[in-house]
């Protein structure tokens, strides 16, 4: 068995916010591959199943607030008997500039709490991972705090979209042909200037 996690804070107060890209992202690959039927709660996520590839997986959206992510996730990889090489994590990343979309295979977890607190519950930095890139907040703006847990702007929201389903699209690719594939699909995306990524 193979998941999809997507990481975000549970709650309509928190849906369209930066820090829920992730679940965004696990959602449109729901949408795209999902079997049906209603989302259920299990080992405290809301889980539902998906097909794609082949395989029948578990798209998962841990319901504890962002920073105890893991023990969710540590739960579901008992009870289906996963490891964390099974995972494929979708989660806001400050560090990358607004709208990129990058893939890793391992890697620590960057001040991001709720990969860290996956990191800690499972033991291990080798889970691989999509990073959807919100940006940082002008300095004028305040702290990162207030930043991944505001909604996006007016100006942002085309483009929210078009991130999303690249996400989405980033986890196809690494599920179907692989991490190493992946990256070299998302990772090597040039920028608007014209310069490798």
């Not at 994590?89 to 990129?100: M, S």
């Amino acid at each position: 068995m193979r998941a999809v996690i997507g990481l975000g804070n549970p709650g309509e107060r928190y849906a369209r916010t930066r820090h829920n890209v992730g679940f965004m992202a696990a959602e449109t690959f729901l949408d795209r591959h999902g079997r049906g039927g209603a989302a259920r709660i299990e080992s405290g996520a809301l889980v539902a199943e998906a097909r794609w590839a082949g395989a029948t997986l578990l798209v998962a959206r841990p319901q504890l607030m962002m920073n105890l992510s893991g023990p969710p996730v540590l739960a579901l990889c008992r009870r289906h008997r996963m490891d964390a090489a099974d995972l494929v994590i979708a989660y806001d990343d400050a560090d990358l500039p607004f709208g990129r979309v990058r893939v890793r295979p391992d890697g620590r977890a960057a001040g991001h709490n709720g990969m860290a607190s996956i990191v800690e519950a499972l033991g291990t930095e080798a889970i691989p991972r999509v990073r959807i890139g919100i940006g940082r907040p002008p300095r004028e703006k305040g702290g990162l705090a207030g930043h991944v847990l505001e909604g996006f702007s007016a100006g942002e929201v085309e483009a929210v979209g078009t991130m999303i389903a690249e996400a989405a699209e980033a986890i196809e690719v690494l599920l179907r042909d692989g991490v190493k594939e992946a990256m070299n699909r998302f990772n090597r995306r040039r920028d608007e200037g014209g310069t490798e990524a």
